[in-house]
């Protein structure tokens, strides 16, 4: 009954936001003037605003001519002094939450996240999804069912003296903490683990929702989590379908035993259940989709699925099928939810004109003179963003290339292309070249090797992917040496960027390989480049490995052990 009611409810504000959305985008240009100037009016008295001179601020036109563009580290000693309790340093609008963000380098960047832009976070990204699955139920002539679903999101966050630290996407579930379990199968230990915790996230999640027929859909951040727990499920399903049967959490996976010991008290023997998907099971992965055989009231799921991350989106419908609708969340960063689709299977995401001021430079302009607002957009054209927040970032270079698809309204509708400094992003960790290169130095540094080169591969037909690093050494080491790499490598991802670490634990991405090249591997490289014309002064170091004939040449002068 309270799954229907709070459905009922999650429904109708869903809505609320789709016609929100369209009667901002009625007037989209209008707003875009307006957030300025009530973005210099509310903090021109703050200690950025003062050296930035907004008083003298009017409009657009002004606004581009007095304010710099900026980049993190504008804004750094800044957040770290809010989040120690300052006030008024780059916003006068009220904080209470400081997003964590991977940067580029080892250093972690926080965000900080005012109430104005953590309301929008709150209902376009967890409520308009909603809206998208009244919509698409209505077409089909029937009401949103009760939803209680499969929730792979972890959500955690720890207090400082300014407010809290989490990620962006744990907001939204942070602040409906009291009522997440009536519409998810997850227990809170696991919806809300405390820090540090070490458990087998995909066991976890998977034994309460396997447990439950009647789910009714399926909730994810990135897409590869969800794919890689149900690649899991592939592997473990007996273990699961006995665990059910017999009413236990197994003693072999990696549970706290505290928690072991609550659940195995609390579960009762369902062996109805378990026979029921072990017949299924039985059947086979490949012939039909599983999740609606074991699941046949699932009826959409969400998750984010753009950029690279399409690839996981067309790896998933094995498991799904293809008619289970999609919705990809929306375009967001940490420092703000910028866009968001209206439809199903949509990568084509409308901007929020009320969450920021909006900028672009053409990918193929030189500088940043001239730079365009969103009245001046061409569909079919690529664009770099600069962003001013509703949080204090202005004219922010997030170096995130998007693509006009078309407008709705005013509104440009976009989809995510690139970003401009990425070299590799599996999962949603977005790690850098300049993350890699110092990966690689400190590698370098700890082991007292020399490269010659180095190169990264995003291998994603492994489920969950990882990545490999390829290695030309100066001098030969030893095999026992060439065994600690792996677990260096691990080290050095994890430091350099805070991403990395719990999409590891939580199975969305795979443990890092290290991989030994021949020598003179790089020279070769060189001499294919050479035969076909290239001038060798302009190529620049292989640092991705980024089409079939890179990874062909690559993979073929490693060292055979």
């Known amino acids: 009954m309270l799954d229907g009611m709070l459905s009922g409810w999650g429904g109708l504000v ?16 209008k707003m875009q003037e307006t957030c300025i100037k009530r973005l210099m009016r509310k903090n021109k008295t703050t200690e950025y605003g003062k050296l930035h001179n907004f008083d003298k601020v009017k409009s657009i036109e002004d606004y581009q001519k007095i304010v710099p563009l900026s980049v993190y580290a504008d804004y750094d000693d800044y957040v770290w002094r809010m989040a120690n309790g300052e006030k008024g340093l780059i916003t006068n609008m009220y904080v209470r939450r400081f997003t964590e963000s991977s940067g580029s380098t080892g250093k972690q960047k926080l965000v900080p996240l005012s109430y104005w832009a953590e309301w929008v976070c709150q209902c376009f990204s ?33 207090r400082v003296k300014g407010g809290t630290i989490s990620c962006l996407s744990s907001i939204p579930l942070l602040n409906v903490k009291p009522i997440v379990q009536f519409f998810t199968t997850s227990p809170k230990e696991v919806l809300f683990p405390e820090p540090d915790v070490d458990m087998d996230m995909h066991y976890m999640k998977l034994r309460f929702a396997l447990a439950n027929r009647n789910i009714s859909y399926l909730g994810t951040i990135f897409i590869t989590t969800l794919e890689s727990m149900f690649f899991y499920m592939e592997e473990n399903w007996e273990m699961l379908c006995d665990d059910i049967e017999k009413g236990i959490i197994n003693d072999s996976v990696n549970v706290p035993e ?35 055989r074991i699941w046949p009231n699932v009826g959409w799921m969400y998750g984010m699925g753009t950029g690279s991350l399409s690839f996981y989106a067309k790896k998933l419908r094995r498991y799904i099928g293809d008619d289970i609708p999609m919705h990809y969340l929306g375009y967001t960063a940490t420092e703000a939810f910028m866009a968001v689709p209206l439809e199903f299977n949509s990568y084509d995401y409308v901007i929020l004109p009320q969450n920021g001021f909006y900028e672009f430079r053409p990918i193929d302009q030189e500088g940043y003179d001239n730079l365009l607002t969103i009245k001046d957009l061409e569909v079919g054209k ?83 992917g990882h990545y490999k ?3 030309e050494l100066a001098e030969d080491i030893s095999d026992e040496k060439k065994a600690t790499y792996n677990a260096l490598f691990e080290e050095m991802l994890c430091k350099g960027n805070v991403s990395v670490e719990p999409l590891i634990k939580s199975g969305a991405l795979g443990h890092p390989e290290v991989l030994f090249l021949k020598k003179g591997t790089y020279d070769d490289y060189r001499e294919v480049l050479r035969s076909r014309g290239a001038n060798l002064n302009q190529v620049k170091p292989i640092k991705v490995i980024d089409n079939d004939e890179k990874r062909d040449f690559f993979f073929s002068h490693v060292v055979k052990d």
Request: hydrophobic residues 35%; contains cysteine; glycine residues 6%.
């Open 14 to 29: 869903g809505i609320c936001e789709h016609i929100k959305i369209f009667i901002y985008s009625k007037r989209a240009n």
């Open 258 to 292: 505290e928690i072991r010991a609550k659940y195995n008290k609390k579960l009762k023997p369902n062996p109805k259940r378990a026979d029921e998907l072990r017949k299924e099971f039985k059947k086979g992965f490949d012939e039909s989709p599983i999740i609606p």
């Open 382 to 464: 690529e664009y770099e963003i600069i962003l001013t927040n509703m949080s204090g970032f202005y004219r922010y270079r997030i170096e995130d290339v998007i693509k006009v698809t078309g407008y709705y309204n005013q509104s440009p509708k976009i989809t995510f292309c690139y970003r401009l400094n990425q070299i590799a992003n599996i999962s949603g960790e977005k790690v850098s070249s300049l993350a890699f290169d110092e990966m690689v130095a400190n590698l370098s540094e700890t082991t007292g090797d020399l490269y010659i080169g180095y190169s990264i591969y995003a291998d994603r037909s492994t489920s969950p």
């Open 126 to 158: 967890f409520s308009a999804p909603v809206g998208c699955a009244v919509k698409w139920f209505a077409k089909k002539g029937r009401p949103l069912p009760p939803q209680k679903g499969l929730l792979t999101a972890e959500t955690s966050c720890r």
């Open 469 to 471: 690093l390829f290695l």
